[in-house]
């Protein structure tokens, strides 16, 4: 039911109609929302138990700087039961944080144990023909290892670095994200950080390496962010978990716009190439 306002010889009146039009979406409508509903669903998996570090200007804040950094990753096509249980995916190419200092760069190699890592760019000023495994276990092992500028620049002492692992789970029968993050202060703390348990470090190649990295459903990130978090590195997810493109198809966009059943598309049900490619 709906009432409309009208103005006739001067005075107002009031007209009802009983009459309900469906709430119809085009594709491109659907597909924008899909977006967005996924990228709700990993803001909420990312601030556990950290918010994402994202610089904001003017009425911009971390939560809207975050859906728009991720407008990018592809699109995922999710239920409305999916929806409701806040199906999260993991995908190369997430940001988990996006500011102005020096982007830690990253990438998957093997050692000679056959053990795959994630190896970063900071320098840990050991042999570069040695493969070590490090002993970590307070701020003061991190900052011994790194905090020399001549090493490593970007770093300064009092800033923070966030070493970030995320796994694809099932729960309740829908994929979620799990969040492990692991954030350290650049000082001379020597007192143990319970937040490195479970955490394994090398330096290989003279650099900074995350061991246990061989299970290709879990992503891998580092963060370095300023004392006082007013600005932080851009950093994005790398992984090679594939869970995701199971809902990237026509398929799964079928079944999607079926459980919403208000997306107009006369003839067939699917987008066009031109409209799934935007």
Known sequence: MGVTFFRRGGKTYARTSTRTAPNRQSVKQFMNREKMRHSIALWHCFYVPYKPLMETSGNLSAYNAFLRANSVLPTVYLTKQQARQRTALLMPGMVVSEGRLPTVEYDFAVLPTDERVVLTNLQTGINA??????????????????????????????????????????????????????????????????????????????????????DENMGWAVVLFGEKEQSASTQQVLTTCQLYQQYTTDEAFAQAAESYGNVERPGMLTPTPHERKR
């Open 129 to 214: 023909e040695e493969t070590q495994l490090l002993t970590v276990t307070s701020n003061s092992d991190l900052y011994s290892l790194l905090g020399n500028s001549s090493r490593n620049p970007q770093l300064m002492s009092g800033d923070k670095v966030r070493f970030y692992r995320f796994e694809q789970q099932m729960q309740d029968g829908c994929p979620t994200v799990k969040v492990n993050c692991c954030e350290l202060a650049l000082d001379n703390d020597p007192r143990q950080n319970p937040a490195l348990r479970g955490w394994q470090f090398y330096s290989h190649e003279g650099r900074l390496a995350i061991g246990g990295a061989n």
